[in-house]
């Protein structure tokens, strides 16, 4: 089975990735955790390598392609990225969203800097990205169309939203 699993920065897909790969052993394939392996590789910030990303589209199109190479060597795998949606051929593609104000303050708290830096570092970091991906793809991320599943991770924490996806695999595989 594959799964993709969607959402801004900060919406949660990391946790709920973890959690759907411990209960089900599916392996991850994490497209942020890529990006910022790139970013660390340049010594640049999340900021300013994705305003070099802004301009230089070989950057998502190397981290896609191998996201959909590395989605067809296991058996059961979670595909974690903003496009992975619409990128990836999937059994259950997942979009979590959470207001900007939530994703902010989990940032926060998760890199230890104030939440108003949080907040400004994330609005700049979601433009960019609208940008690239509509100028490189031709795809809005407003546009969740593709997706089968929609949750607010505002309103259930990561246990919560956990439980809401294991019950939508769980439809899955009686099918």
């Known amino acids: 089975m594959i799964i993709t699993l969607s959402g801004q920065p900060g919406s949660g897909k990391t946790s709920v990735a973890k959690e759907i790969a411990e209960k089900y052993g599916f392996v991850i ?5 890529q990006f910022r392996k790139l970013a ?8 300013d390598f994705g305003s070099l990303a802004e301009k230089d589209k070989s950057i998502d199109l190397a981290i896609d392609q191998r996201q959909k190479e590395l989605s067809t060597k296991y058996p059961n795998v979670i595909v974690e990225g ?6 990836i051929d999937a059994d259950l593609k997942i979009w ?3 207001p900007l104000r939530v994703r902010a303050e989990r940032i926060a708290k998760r890199e230890e800097i104030p939440v108003h830096r949080a907040f400004d ?25 593709c997706y089968d599943l929609i949750i607010d991770t505002s309103k259930w924490d990561v246990r919560g939203v956990s439980n809401i996806v294991f019950k939508a695999v769980e439809e899955l595989k009686r099918q």
């Open 96 to 98: 979590l969203k959470t």
């Open 29 to 33: 394939i994490s497209a942020g955790e």
């Open 121 to 145: 570092e994330t609005e700049t970091r979601q433009k960019c990205e609208i940008l690239r991906y509509r100028t490189f793809y031709e795809i809005d991320l407003n546009d969740l169309s």
């Open 82 to 87: 903003r496009l992975a949606g619409w990128t």
């Open 40 to 47: 660390a590789e340049r010594g640049m910030s999340l900021e």
